[in-house]
């Protein structure tokens, strides 16, 4: 597996950007997902028979952990709220493809569910290791100072760097492992303040962290007609972009900063297939 991903040069709107292409790690485990399960990548096989973890069935961490566990030959079970039977008998989309690597898919009913994730890691055998939801563990830490000295062994001028936040474990340590970058984000699920929280939880937020705000109110995993048109015109420079993530911080790269930035790809294209296929639904086209 490639460790030391490439980088890219594209102008978007005129202005130059470089593209940590970190989605070019692996097909599935790749962007983030891959330098948060680092630690455990690094792992010896016979640690471990068993991975558990939970969350929505559209997660790019549930992909990457499903390959983690098929090169790694442990068991992976996949916790979430019921599902319905079009999602299952789909032949696209992350939750496909990782029924495809092994991944057990158990459902737990509504009511049930919050006590369940709660007290997973009761009765745990050492065997057994417990992911939780989207990968935000402290562990990260590790997998993005590898990623931090890729950075700075570019030896670029450039001192900002972009990366889009869910939890925002991601762009918290790379701020941390990098303070003499800016580092710039945007929440793409839940707003400033949510951002802010998940991420006090963490650590305290450096002051080189910059969150930057939407122009508008977006909801997480909604089909947009302008995140669709600005990763078209990114694949226009041949890379191409997750449409969950990405797209809403190109925006606001564009709309309020001006100096050269590197972003940090992210990886989750894989999603791409079934986020396409709702804007199609919808009628939304560029
Ligand atoms: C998971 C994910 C993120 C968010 O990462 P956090 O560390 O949770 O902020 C951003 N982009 C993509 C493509 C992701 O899959």
Same mark, same amino acid.
């Given at each position: 597996?490639?460790?030391?991903?490439?980088?890219?040069?594209?102008?978007?709107?005129?202005? %130059? *950007?470089?593209?940590?292409?970190?989605?070019?790690?692996?097909?599935?485990?790749?962007?983030?997902?891959?330098?948060?399960?680092?630690?455990?990548?690094?792992?010896?096989?016979?640690? *471990?028979?068993?991975?558990?973890?939970?969350?929505? &069935?559209?997660?790019?961490?549930?992909?990457?952990?499903?390959?983690?566990?098929?090169?790694?030959?442990?068991?992976?079970?996949?916790? &979430?709220?019921?599902?319905?039977?079009?999602?299952?008998?789909?032949?696209?989309?992350?939750?496909?493809?990782?029924?495809?690597?092994?991944?057990?898919?158990?459902?737990?009913?509504?009511?049930?569910?919050?006590?369940?994730?709660?007290?997973?890691?009761?009765?745990?055998?050492?065997?057994?290791?417990?992911?939780?939801?989207?990968?935000?563990?402290?562990?990260?830490?590790?997998?993005?100072?590898?990623?931090?000295?890729?950075?700075?062994?570019?030896?670029?001028?450039?001192?900002?760097?972009?990366?889009?936040?869910? &939890?925002?474990?991601?762009?918290? *340590?790379?701020?941390?492992?990098?303070?003499?970058?800016?580092?710039?984000?945007?929440?793409?699920?839940?707003?400033?303040?949510?951002?802010?929280?998940?991420?006090?939880?963490?650590?305290?937020?450096?002051?080189?962290?910059?969150?930057?705000?939407?122009?508008?109110?977006?909801?997480?995993?909604?089909?947009?007609?302008?995140?669709?048109?600005?990763?078209?015109?990114?694949?226009?420079?041949?890379?191409?972009?997750?449409?969950?993530?990405?797209?809403?911080?190109?925006?606001?790269?564009?709309?309020?900063? %001006?100096?050269?930035?590197?972003?940090?790809?992210?990886?989750?294209? &894989?999603?791409?297939?079934?986020?396409?296929?709702?804007?199609?639904?919808?009628?939304?086209?560029?």
């Amino acid at each position: 597996m490639q460790i030391n991903s490439p980088i890219s040069k594209i102008t978007l709107e005129g202005r %130059d *950007f470089y593209v940590k292409r970190d989605d070019l790690i692996d097909p599935y485990l790749a962007g983030n997902k891959y330098r948060k399960l680092y630690t455990l990548l690094q792992t010896p096989a016979n640690k *471990f028979s068993k991975i558990i973890s939970y969350g929505g &069935t559209q997660s790019n961490a549930m992909l990457a952990i499903a390959a983690m566990c098929k090169a790694k030959k442990w068991k992976f079970t996949y916790y &979430t709220k019921p599902i319905s039977q079009n999602q299952k008998d789909e032949n696209i989309g992350n939750y496909f493809h990782s029924i495809k690597l092994g991944m057990q898919h158990v459902e737990i009913e509504h009511e049930f569910y919050r006590d369940f994730i709660a007290s997973l890691r009761l009765n745990l055998d050492e065997k057994t290791f417990v992911i939780d939801q989207g990968g935000a563990v402290q562990q990260a830490k590790e997998g993005l100072r590898v990623l931090a000295d890729e950075i700075r062994a570019l030896n670029l001028h450039v001192k900002s760097l972009a990366t889009p936040s869910g &939890t925002g474990t991601t762009a918290l *340590f790379l701020a941390l492992t990098l303070p003499e970058y800016k580092v710039y984000t945007t929440p793409c699920v839940g707003d400033v303040a949510y951002l802010k929280e998940q991420m006090s939880m963490l650590h305290d937020i450096p002051n080189n962290l910059i969150i930057l705000k939407p122009e508008k109110k977006y909801h997480f995993a909604k089909p947009y007609l302008e995140f669709l048109e600005i990763q078209k015109k990114l694949l226009e420079c041949e890379i191409e972009f997750d449409l969950l993530y990405a797209p809403g911080l190109w925006k606001c790269l564009l709309e309020q900063t %001006d100096e050269e930035i590197i972003y940090i790809h992210s990886g989750g294209v &894989t999603g791409n297939e079934s986020m396409l296929k709702r804007y199609e639904q919808k009628g939304l086209k560029p």
